[in-house]
């Protein structure tokens, strides 16, 4: 049982490019998301799903784009990169929302920096 | 807005030793609150999740507890090992939204 599975784990962009992270889980969650996680901040969400079809925005959610066209994949799109974005991103799953009996399960994240 | 603020932000102790980290949190209405320890390069890992009705839970050698009343919780580990080097992170949910705290980084040393 694999989990999250993000790829890839590390890259490096230049300002003004794009690129696709992307997330799988195996354990047909319907709940996934995205996080950032900047030093001495705490995990910030992107952008969330509940499930295919269905994403909403969380609260940092500019220059980032999401699909969610099956259960299984929920890739997060980096539009025109900036340095800003210099960041720890890690995927998460549930089978639901975050309620007591649902806990999260992440991903080993990508770590992308932005020149 | 709601927040989630630990300490201390680090802390090394040796390896045996028993420690403690501090949660404080205003989250409101209150659903949850999860601990999870992240190891350097890795995702978190769920240690522990409490609801309203739970002062108390363990698993191993983690306890956590909880105090609704004053929006408090604390993570005591007992006699570290070095595996137990990571980053520690509080968590609170109101059933739709986690909030998370930044962390504490605790390094225990042979």
């Known amino acids: 049982n694999a989990g999250v599975t993000q790829t890839p784990k590390f890259q490096v962009l230049k300002t003004g490019q794009s690129m696709t992270l992307q997330c799988a889980q195996d354990?047909?969650?319907?709940?996934m998301s995205w996080y950032r996680q900047d030093p001495g901040m705490g995990l910030r969400l992107i952008h969330y799903?509940?499930?295919?079809?269905?994403?909403d925005q969380g609260e940092v959610p500019n220059g980032y784009n999401v699909s969610r066209s099956t259960t299984e994949d929920f890739p997060l799109r980096l539009l025109s990169a900036a340095p800003s974005q210099t960041s720890v991103y890690f995927c998460?799953?549930?089978?639901?929302?975050?309620?007591?009996?649902?806990?999260?399960?992440f991903g080993d994240g990508t770590r992308l920096s932005i020149l | 807005k709601n927040q989630v603020e630990q300490s201390p932000q680090s802390l090394i102790i040796l390896e045996g030793k028993n420690c403690t980290l501090q949660c404080n949190y205003t989250v409101s209405p209150f659903s949850n609150l999860r601990w999870y320890k992240q190891d350097t390069g890795r995702g978190p890992v769920s240690l522990t999740i409490m609801t309203f009705s739970e002062n108390t839970k363990s698993n191993g050698r983690y306890t956590a507890t909880l105090d609704a009343d004053t929006k408090q919780s604390s993570l005591h580990i007992t006699a570290s090992q070095l595996s137990d080097s990571a980053s520690y992170i509080c968590v609170v949910s109101d059933d739709y939204k986690l909030s998370f705290g930044a962390g504490t980084t605790v390094t225990v040393r042979a």
């Open positions: 354990m047909n969650h319907e709940y």
């Open positions: 998460a799953s549930s089978p639901g929302l975050p309620r007591p009996n649902q806990p999260q399960h």
């Open positions: 799903s509940v499930g295919a079809g269905i994403t």
